[in-house]
């Protein structure tokens, strides 16, 4: 009897380990969710559920802008120093002539940090080019989200430039 006493005994931190271990994995889940309610949803639109109940929309929008066969490219050409500089958008029809007498519109946003988004009118400068000027806030990733109108027709795309 007095051998059970003594290994009764010598086994009294196993409670205290078993209490331990259930306090570290309550402050791993308390970190974990923490986190999860304190980090970015990730989600990209406010109203996504709404925004997806209207897809047919966006499809019906995206196959009249293929019907139209316009075609652009934009890109950030620096003037004298690295964060000035121009954006030039150029737009071709489905034949490849130049696009005049559009409302061209940029919408400047850094994909990579919440700047906020630069908005841009740009001014035609013929043979189906649009610039207009700009001071990026910094260098590297920036994306040009182009709108070209023309009455009803309306030709979205968007680009990544690298600022130097």
């Known amino acids: 009897m007095s051998g059970f ?9 196993v409670p205290w380990a078993i209490a331990g271990a259930f306090v570290i ?5 308390g970190a974990l969710a923490y986190f999860a309610f304190h980090s ?10 709404e925004l997806g109940n209207g897809y047919n929309r966006v499809l019906d ?5 293929d019907a139209l066969g316009w075609r652009g490219t934009a890109m950030f050409s620096p ?15 489905g034949h490849g002539a130049p696009l005049d007498d559009l ?11 919440p700047l906020p988004e630069q908005d841009l009118a740009l001014l035609g400068a013929g043979s189906g080019v649009y ?8 260098g ?6 182009v709108s070209a109108a023309r009455g009803g027709q309306i030709y979205q795309f968007a680009e990544r430039v690298v600022a130097p």
Do not use: M, Y
């Not at 994995?25 to 889940?29: C, D, G, L, R, Y």
């Not at 970015?40 to 559920?49: E, I, N, R, S, Y």
């Not at 409302?103 to 940090?113: D, F, G, N, Q, S």
């Open 79 to 93: 003037d004298r120093g690295r964060l000035d500089g121009r954006i030039i958008v150029q737009l071709r029809d």
């Open 131 to 138: 610039e207009a000027p700009i001071v990026l806030a910094r």
């Open 140 to 145: 590297g990733q920036w994306e040009l989200r």
């Open 40 to 49: 970015d949803t990730g989600l990209v639109a406010q109203h996504p559920f």
């Open 61 to 65: 929008d995206g196959a009249a802008q």
């Open 103 to 113: 409302a061209v519109k940029v919408a400047i946003v850094r994909p990579i940090e």
């Open 5 to 13: 006493i003594l290994s009764f005994s010598k086994c009294r931190w």
């Open 25 to 29: 994995i309550a402050t791993v889940n």
